[in-house]
């Protein structure tokens, strides 16, 4: 009972979110969390002292990062549970700092220095431009809620997406081109291992989340964070 009074918000925002999950109203922040994953993909090139070639999208959620050089484990490794992390930490931003408003418009600028960068793809393009532009819009006039609004729905859409993607890409079909398909044709390996590897971990960084971090109470109190402000 207590967990249900201190967490409803997010309870309700995740009930919400498998309420619809299979509509076409969820579909622009799958498409996102697979913008998420690929970022994470070229992220990781660049730390390891690789580049990025392209990032693109489709309208289907699926997308590719070609990079070159750096970590190959590390850049095939870095999508899903990279997106992940990408989604725990804007959630735990959103219920841990009030400056919901300055993530969500750095968020949105780098979506578009991004997109200038390695997106030429025109649903990419178009997707990101409007992403990009709609979170700096939302950033300099819409409230502090609004924004830590987004910011959580964003982060648990990641949460959820991403343990579900894995099991469906590596593990129910193994078969496919997958990250963990070529990470296990490049190192060795099924293509179940690696992919029940990132499906523990991936479960492990939710559960560290939702028990480290969420606290007593989630809830936003709507007025009284903008009165501080």
């Known amino acids: 009972m207590q967990i249900l009074k201190g967490h409803w918000q997010l309870i309700l925002i995740t009930f919400v979110l498998f309420l619809f999950w299979n509509t076409a109203i969820v579909v622009p922040l799958k498409i996102l969390v697979v913008y998420l994953h690929e970022l994470s993909h070229a992220l990781a090139a660049i730390l390891t002292g690789g580049s990025v070639v392209e990032i693109s999208l489709s309208p289907y959620q699926g997308g590719h990062a070609i990079t070159r050089g750096g970590s190959r484990f590390l850049t095939l490794t870095a999508g899903y549970l990279g ?19 300055i993530i969500l418009g750095c968020l949105g600028a780098f979506t578009l220095v991004v997109t200038a960068l390695y997106i030429r793809d025109w649903f990419a393009l178009a997707f ?17 809620e609004v924004n830590d609004l987004i910011l959580r729905v964003i982060g648990l859409s990641s949460i959820l997406y991403v343990p ?49 971090g969420l606290g ?10 903008g009165q501080q402000s």
């Open 164 to 212: 579900y993607d894995i099991f469906d890409d590596t593990i129910r079909r193994s078969g496919i081109r997958s990250d963990a398909y070529m990470l296990a044709e490049e190192f060795g390996g099924p293509t179940i291992f690696w992919g029940g590897l990132w499906l523990a971990a991936s479960l492990a960084i939710i559960y560290f989340c939702l028990r480290h």
């Open 83 to 101: 997106s992940l992390l990408f989604g725990v930490t804007l959630l735990l931003l959103a219920l841990k700092t009030e400056a919901d408003r």
């Open 128 to 144: 990101c431009l409007g992403t990009g532009a709609a979170m700096l819009a939302a950033a300099r006039y819409l409230s502090v």
């Open 216 to 225: 007593d109470s989630s809830n936003m109190h709507f007025g009284k964070r």
